[in-house]
């Protein structure tokens, strides 16, 4: 399916000495910033206190984290699990102050929002057990919220949330490198590579510069854009292996402005309407996809970048020929085979 088909090549391969220069900078920048300012990482990596409450009705996810921050816990999450009616709230560890303290307060100022105010109630549990818990009473004797539970993420937990998340990239990374090296040839699976990695410290960058929260969504946000970007760089390494086949007499660098120039279609279609979903998230999405949303909006759009400029680039420099792609004796495709060219 395409919109629209250039009449005539745009020469991409013309501009990329200078575009990589600015990626090489850009790369270095973003480098700098991760170690100099450091990523801001959530309580899940860091620790901290989950407070659970459950409402009578609906809540509003707005009033909860706008009552929570009166407390000046700094950054805290506020959102929805299981049902609207559930909430979960997250806050940083506080030097000074224990698990239960922190419950408390919360409850204290959650149950003020809602108009009530806070009792001990103590109950028997199917064990046999006398407990008692806060509770939530407004003047009408209605119970507006509930203390559902509350727990400690020490901080090894986090370190461990860390160090599994390092390792799934490392994974991630040298499974793609693989997999483009058994596809293809090594020039572009280096290449590839680079360019993942490229996208990957950019978007790094980014949250270190700005110092967003860097959560588990906004990890796997990042791992999902290498799959994302890798995607785009093997559809075109795919119709540079297509060109090579049918057009004997063009060059490298004619082959690979060729093969970018034919998914130019292909490229505006997929990335634009994946965009469109990724922005109403961004936008609609509320606090709690803010950040995966802008990691994959990053992503999207450098993905696309270093796929045509990067990793097109670093294959031609590799000095990628027909040779590396076509065996001697092979038989060439047809130019009117309607299944030549890069696969979707």
Request: charged share 20%; glycine share 8%.
């Amino acid at each position: 399916m395409e919109f629209f088909r250039f009449r005539r090549d745009i020469p991409f391969m013309r501009y990329t000495l200078a575009l990589n220069v600015i990626s090489f900078l850009t790369f270095l920048a973003a480098v700098f910033f991760i170690f100099h300012r450091g990523l801001h990482l959530s309580i899940e990596f860091t620790g901290g206190t989950v407070v659970e409450v459950a409402y009578s009705q609906p809540a509003d996810l707005e009033r909860t984290r706008q009552a929570v921050e009166t407390l000046g816990f700094g950054e805290v999450q506020v959102q929805n699990f299981g049902t609207s009616r559930d909430v979960m709230i997250r806050l940083p560890i506080r030097e000074g102050e224990k698990q239960d303290q922190v419950a408390s307060r919360v409850f204290d100022v959650l149950c003020t929002a809602e108009s009530g105010s806070v009792a001990t109630k103590e109950y028997t549990t199917p064990q046999g057990e006398q407990v008692s818990r806060p509770s939530c009473t407004t003047a009408a004797g209605a119970e507006p919220l509930k203390l559902s539970r509350t727990e400690l993420v020490g901080p090894s937990v986090g370190a461990e949330l860390a160090r599994d998340g390092a390792l799934a990239l490392g994974f991630t990374v040298l499974g793609i490198m693989m997999y483009l090296a058994f596809r293809f040839e090594w020039k572009f699976a280096v290449a590839g590579v680079i360019a993942n990695l490229h996208d990957v410290v950019i978007i790094l960058g980014f949250f270190a510069f700005f110092q967003w929260e860097f959560s588990l969504a906004v990890l796997a946000a990042v791992l999902a854009v290498l799959g994302y970007s890798v995607n785009e760089s093997v559809v075109i390494f795919d119709r540079i292996r297509e060109t090579f086949r049918r057009m004997r007499k063009m060059t490298t660098t004619q082959v690979i402005d060729h093969a970018i120039t034919s998914t130019t279609s292909r490229t505006i279609i997929t990335h634009g309407s994946t965009q469109m979903m990724v922005l109403s998230m961004l936008f609609f999405g509320g606090p709690t996809l803010h950040y995966f949303a802008m990691a994959l909006t990053i992503g999207i759009l450098f993905g696309i970048y270093s796929s045509i400029f990067v990793a097109a680039g670093i294959a031609m420099w590799l000095g990628v020929k027909r040779e590396d792609l076509v065996k001697a004796g092979a038989k060439e495709n047809d130019p009117n085979d309607p299944n030549a060219g890069a696969v979707v």
